[in-house]
């Protein structure tokens, strides 16, 4: 199986919350971790958030963040590009997403095209984003 994390299931790999027991599995299971280059900067500014919350204390966070770092260097990564921006134009016009969870749906369903769309999963806890990213792989999957 392909995955595709999207931002709030990646910052689920490095801190535990609800949901992290299931993407680690997830992860766990996949041949290919994909997302797009935008999920290190939102999560970057997640963590971050998260310790000027006092919700990671700073040891924890300048660990989680190297260990990312690192980790990053596995994840095939993909770069917003004029036909990602596009589509992801129309997918935030198509589901009435934001910005940059079209730029993530764009994203994975450029890795679905790559690698089939039976053979990849979306993983988000975004109801609104995971409602759009079925429609599209189903969308998608007829085409082919």
């Known amino acids: 199986m392909t995955l595709y994390l999207d931002t709030s299931s990646l910052v689920k790999l490095y801190v535990d919350e609800p949901g992290a027991d299931a993407v680690r599995d997830l992860v766990d299971r996949a041949r290919i971790v994909a997302t797009s280059v935008i999920a290190y900067a939102e999560a970057r500014s997640a963590l971050a958030k998260l310790r000027r919350e006092g919700a990671l204390p700073p040891a924890a966070f300048t660990s989680i963040k190297r260990v990312l770092d690192k980790d990053w260097l596995s994840y095939l990564t993909l770069d917003v590009t004029g036909a990602i921006s596009q589509a992801a134009g129309d997918l935030a016009e198509q589901y009435r997403l ?11 369903l450029e890795v679905a ?27 998608l999957a007829r085409r082919r």
């Open 98 to 108: 934001r910005g940059y969870d079209s730029v993530h749906l764009a994203s994975f």
């Open 113 to 139: 095209r790559r690698a089939g769309a039976g053979e990849t999963h979306f993983s988000s806890f975004d109801d609104r984003l995971n409602r759009a990213a079925k429609a599209a792989a189903r969308s």
